[in-house]
């Protein structure tokens, strides 16, 4: 018997990504990129794991497949507190980007998680942070021309000045 929910979730992927490929090929190239290069992907991805439900058994599926636990040898209290770190970091770029903006959260949050999280040396921690500056800047300002708005501290300071 074919596993229903991975059926059911690859059939829904499927259809959901053929439709925003289909959707985005009536879009200018630069709006288009991004659903395509990401929707092709999914759709092969999931019409694989679409056909491994549909043909494979249960029995023949066991030995192969194990559920995937993280860090079961830590106590729990180690956990949750690696937990809500890494979820501090996450909501911390999301209220930095709010606050300055993408051009300036980025290379801010790179060096900020390099120098305190991973405790590395200043010169690493400043060529890693002008890479994903330039890594950034060079794709999405000038090879995709992508406008990034304002965040609000500029806004602000706009507001106030004139």
Not at 12 to 33: C, E
Not at 48 to 54: D, R
Not at 89 to 102: A, D, K, P, Q
Request: charged fraction near 15%; hydrophobic fraction near 55%; include cysteine.
């Amino acid at each position: 018997m074919p596993r229903k929910t991975s059926l059911l979730l690859s059939l829904a992927l499927m259809i959901v990504s053929a439709w925003a490929i289909i959707t985005a090929k009536a879009w200018p190239w630069k709006a288009a990129l991004f659903p395509i290069v990401i929707g092709i992907p999914v759709l092969c991805l999931a019409g694989v794991e679409f056909l491994l439900s549909l043909v494979g058994s249960q029995s023949k599926l066991k030995g192969q497949f194990m559920d995937f636990q993280l860090s079961e040898h830590l106590p729990k209290e180690v956990i949750r507190k690696r937990t809500l770190k890494i979820l501090s970091w996450i909501f911390g770029f999301f209220f930095v980007i709010m606050l300055v903006g993408f051009p300036i959260a980025v290379p801010l949050f790179v060096f900020l998680y390099l120098k305190i999280e991973g405790r590395e040396g200043w010169m690493l921690s400043s060529v890693l942070t002008l890479m994903a500056w330039g890594f950034f800047y060079g794709l999405f300002t000038r090879l995709l021309n992508l406008p990034f708005p304002d965040g609000s501290i500029v806004e602000w300071i706009r507001r106030l000045g004139g």
